[in-house]
C-alpha cells in the first residue's frame, strides 16, 4: 500500500483487509496495516499502531498526519492540530496535509486559519475539486460570501452538473440577496437530481423570499412527502400558509415541528405569533414563556418582531433584536464614506417594502412633500410591489428621484444608495414585514443610518445609529433598551397625512352592522395584538353597559370564530361582536368616525390606526407600557392634547372606559374637545412636524461632518 492509497483508506475507505499483528512488522507495513485499522472503524487499534510508528520515527510525516486525523475523530482536535502542524513543518508541500488541518479548523470554528490553509492546499493543488469545496466551505463560514460564490462558481465550471455544487451556491446566493440566481441553482439541482429533498425546501425558501407563497408551498410539501419529519421544513410551510391565509393549517403544521423539536425557537415564536393571529389563545402564557426562555437560553432565531407582542422585558427585546441583526451582517462588506469639502443640500433616502397604499402610505406622503428642498434633496429606494393606488403614485411624485430595487440583490442596492451620495438613509420598514431585506442596510451605504416610523423598537443592529421617538414614547431613561441612540422629537414621533379622507360624513351604523343605538366600543388594531387579558376587559363593559356592542377588524376568516367563542365563554352573546373587513381608505376613515371609543390593546398599542381614529374624531383609551411599542398611542393622546385618555394599569383603563360609556355628555366634551384641538395642536400640525424632524437630520449630520460619534 503506497502512501496516497493509506491515506485513502484512513480518510475515505475500501474494502480492509483482515487485521493482523504489527509487532514484527516494518515501519511501512506497520503504517499499512494502521490505515487498515483506521478505515474499518477500529480506531484505538489504529492510533495504537500510528504510535508505535512514531516511536521509531517521530518524524514520519505521514504517519504524524493520520495519526492527527485518528484524533480528530475521537475528540482530541487541539492535539490533533499539534501533530499535522509538525507534519506541515516536515512536508509543507503537501496539499492534503493542508486541506485536512483546515477541515480541522473549520470544526472548531477557527475560520481564518482554516481559509488560510485551504489557500495553500489550492496553490499547491490548483485543480483539485476537493481543496476548492474545502474553500468555499471555510470562506462561507468565515462570512466571505463572496469568495464563497467565487469558488463555487469555479468547481462548477469544472462541473457544470455537480448537483452539490449547484446547492450549496444556491445557499449562499440567497444569504446575499440574490434570491434569483439562487432559484436558477436550485432548479438546475432538481433538473440533476428531481429527489433532492433539501433543494425542494430550499427552492421554497427562495420563493417564499420573493412573495411567491403557493410556489413555495408546493416545494415544502414535495421535501416533506420524502422527509415528513423535519421541523424545520415544517416550520417554513406554517410560514407560507399563514401568508396565504391558511392559519389553521399553519398552526397545525408548526404544532407539529414544536413537538417534534422543543429547542427550536423560531419554530416556537412562529406558533405563538400564528396563534395570536388567529385569536387561538390555547396555551397563550405557556407560548410566550417557551419563546422567551429559549431566548434567554441563548436562541438567536427569535424574530424581533415576535418579541414586540410577548410579556418581554425590554433586554429581551434588545437581546432578540442582537442576535437577528448580526446574523443579517454576516458576510457583508460595509461601503466606506468621505465627507463632503463644501457646504451642501443634505441627500435623504428613504428605504421601504411600503411605498403603497399601507401604514407607510398612510402617514408619509405629506412629509416627503413638505421637505425643505433648498435643504434637502429626498430620494425614495423601494423593494416592495407596486400596488398601482393613488398613495404610490403620490409618493412616487413626492421624492425627487425614486429607485425601484426589486430586481437587485441586497449588495448591489446598497452600491446603488452609496453610489447616490445618499447622507441620511431612513428606514421605514426594520423587521416588520414578510420581506425585509435589512440586509442591504448592512452593507452601511450612507454614513448615517436611522430607525423611523416602521419597527416599533430598536432594530439591535450594530449599522443603525438613531431611533426617532419622542420624550414620551422613549423617555431618555429608556436608552438602555436600545441600540440606537434616541433622537428626541419635541412632540410626537409619528408623521400625519392631512390630505387623507377626514371620516366625515360618518357611514350610517346600520351600513356598518351595528345597531342603530347602543354604545359601540371599537377596536381596529391587528388581530395579533388582542390578548386575553385585556378581552377579559372588554367583555366586563359589555356587560356593563346594556345595548353596547364590540367592533373589531375581521383580520383574518379565524378571528371571528375564535372571539365569538371566548366572549360566550366569558357570558356574552356572539352578536355583540360585529366584525368589519378590510376597507378602502376612505371608507375606513367613516367607519371608525361611525364608533364611540376605541379601545386600544396592551402590550402592543395602536400605532397608525390610533392616529386614523383621532384624525376621524373618534377618541382613542389607551393603556401605557413600558417601551416603545407600548407607548405609541399615548405619544399620540399627549401631542393632540388628551394626555388624560392615556392610563397607567388596566384597571384604570377599565374604570376609565365605563365612565365615558356610562357618561354621554362627558363623552361628547372630549369629541369636541379632539375635533378643535385637531386643528391647532402638534400631532396634525404637518409643517411643525417636517421643521421637527428636519432639526434631527441636521443634528445628525453636523455631528458626522464634525468628526463627532453618536451619542450611545
Not at 135 to 154: I, K, N, P, W
Not at 275 to 304: E, I, N, S, Y
Not at 451 to 471: H, K, R, S
Request: glycine residues 8%; hydrophobic residues 40%; proline residues 5%.
Amino acid at each position: 500500500m503506497n502512501r496516497r492509497e493509506r491515506r485513502a483508506a484512513a480518510k475515505q475507505g475500501r474494502g480492509a483487509a483482515p487485521p493482523s499483528s504489527s509487532a514484527n512488522l516494518g515501519p511501512c507495513a506497520a503504517l499499512a496495516e494502521a490505515a487498515r485499522h483506521h478505515q474499518a472503524g477500529r480506531l484505538r487499534q489504529a492510533e495504537r499502531v500510528y504510535r508505535r510508528v512514531l516511536a521509531g520515527d517521530p518524524n514520519q510525516a505521514d504517519c504524524l498526519h493520520l495519526l492527527g486525523l485518528v484524533l480528530h475523530q475521537t475528540g482530541r482536535s487541539a492535539e490533533a492540530l499539534q501533530l499535522i502542524e509538525r507534519a506541515i513543518a516536515l512536508n509543507g508541500a503537501d496539499p492534503d496535509l493542508h486541506n485536512d488541518i483546515a477541515g480541522i479548523y473549520q470544526s472548531l470554528g477557527r475560520f481564518d486559519e482554516a481559509v488560510t490553509h485551504c489557500r495553500s492546499a489550492l496553490a499547491l493543488s490548483p485543480s483539485s475539486g476537493p481543496v476548492r469545496l474545502n474553500l468555499a466551505r471555510a470562506l462561507y463560514a468565515q462570512g466571505d460570501l463572496t469568495g464563497s460564490v467565487s469558488q463555487y462558481r469555479e468547481l462548477l465550471r469544472s462541473s457544470p452538473d455537480s448537483a452539490d455544487c449547484h446547492f450549496s451556491l444556491g445557499l449562499v446566493l440567497c444569504e446575499q440577496g440574490d434570491v434569483a440566481s439562487a432559484i436558477t441553482h436550485y432548479r438546475r439541482v432538481l433538473a440533476l437530481r428531481p429527489e433532492h429533498t433539501d433543494a425542494h425546501a430550499a427552492l421554497g425558501n427562495a420563493l417564499a423570499a420573493q412573495g411567491q407563497w403557493n410556489a413555495a408551498i408546493g416545494h415544502y410539501r414535495a421535501s416533506l412527502a420524502v422527509r415528513p419529519e423535519c421541523p424545520k421544513t415544517l416550520n417554513a410551510l406554517g410560514d407560507a400558509l399563514a401568508m396565504t391565509g391558511a392559519l389553521t393549517q399553519a398552526i397545525e403544521v408548526v404544532q407539529r415541528a414544536a413537538t417534534l423539536r422543543s429547542d427550536l425557537a423560531g419554530v416556537h415564536a412562529n406558533l405563538a405569533y400564528f396563534k395570536r393571529q388567529a385569536c387561538d389563545w390555547t396555551d397563550f402564557d405557556r407560548d410566550a414563556a417557551r419563546v422567551l426562555a429559549l431566548l434567554r437560553q441563548g436562541a438567536r432565531d427569535v424574530p424581533p418582531f415576535v418579541t414586540l407582542m410577548l410579556p418581554a422585558e425590554p433586554a429581551d427585546r434588545l437581546l432578540a433584536a442582537r442576535r437577528w441583526s448580526e446574523g443579517i451582517a454576516r458576510g457583508v462588506s460595509r461601503l466606506s464614506h468621505k465627507r463632503p469639502a463644501a457646504e451642501r443640500r443634505i441627500r435623504l433616502g428613504y428605504l421601504s417594502h411600503d411605498f403603497r397604499g399601507d401604514v407607510v402610505g398612510r402617514l408619509l406622503p405629506e412629509l416627503i412633500e413638505r421637505h425643505d428642498r433648498s435643504r434637502f434633496r429626498v430620494s425614495g429606494y423601494c423593494y416592495g410591489p407596486d400596488d398601482g393606488s393613488d398613495v404610490r403614485h403620490r409618493l412616487v411624485a413626492a421624492f425627487d428621484s425614486f429607485v425601484d430595487l426589486t430586481a437587485i440583490d441586497d449588495a448591489t442596492a446598497a452600491e446603488r444608495i452609496h453610489a447616490d451620495g445618499i447622507d441620511i438613509l431612513v428606514d421605514l420598514t426594520g423587521y416588520t414585514s414578510e420581506n425585509p431585506r435589512t440586509r442591504i442596510l448592512a452593507f452601511r451605504p450612507a454614513p448615517i443610518q436611522v430607525n423611523f416610523l416602521g419597527f416599533p423598537g430598536t432594530m439591535g443592529a450594530e449599522f443603525i445609529d438613531y431611533i426617532i421617538v419622542d420624550d414620551f414614547l422613549a423617555p431618555e431613561d429608556h436608552q438602555p433598551g436600545y441600540s440606537e441612540t434616541l433622537i428626541q422629537s419635541p412632540h410626537c414621533y409619528q408623521p400625519s397625512d392631512t390630505a387623507r379622507p377626514t371620516g366625515s360624513p360618518a357611514l350610517p351604523r346600520a351600513a356598518c352592522g351595528l345597531p342603530a343605538d347602543g354604545f359601540v366600543f371599537c377596536c381596529f388594531n391587528h388581530s395579533y395584538k388582542l390578548t386575553p387579558t385585556v378581552f377579559d376587559i372588554w367583555m366586563r363593559l359589555l356587560n356593563a353597559v346594556p345595548g353596547s356592542v364590540l367592533w373589531l377588524l375581521e383580520a383574518n376568516t379565524d378571528v371571528p370564530g375564535n372571539l365569538r367563542r371566548e366572549a360566550a365563554a366569558r357570558g356574552i352573546a356572539a352578536e355583540r361582536l360585529v366584525f368589519a373587513g378590510r376597507a378602502p381608505v376612505p371608507e375606513y376613515m367613516a367607519r371608525l368616525a361611525a364608533a364611540d371609543l376605541f379601545l386600544d390593546t396592551l402590550p402592543y398599542n395602536a400605532g397608525a390606526t390610533a392616529n386614523d381614529a383621532l384624525w376621524a374624531g373618534l377618541p382613542v383609551l389607551t393603556c401605557a407600557g413600558d417601551t416603545y411599542v407600548g407607548r405609541m398611542a399615548g405619544s399620540m393622546l399627549h401631542a393632540i392634547g388628551l394626555s388624560y385618555l392615556v392610563t397607567s394599569s388596566l384597571a384604570e383603563y377599565e374604570v376609565q372606559a365605563l365612565q365615558l360609556a356610562k357618561q354621554p355628555a362627558r363623552l361628547a366634551e372630549l369629541r369636541r374637545r379632539l375635533s378643535e384641538n385637531r386643528a391647532r395642536m402638534p400631532l396634525f400640525d404637518m409643517a411643525r412636524y417636517t421643521r421637527d424632524i428636519e432639526a434631527a437630520y441636521a443634528r445628525m449630520w453636523d455631528r458626522w461632518i464634525t468628526g463627532q460619534s453618536t451619542a450611545r
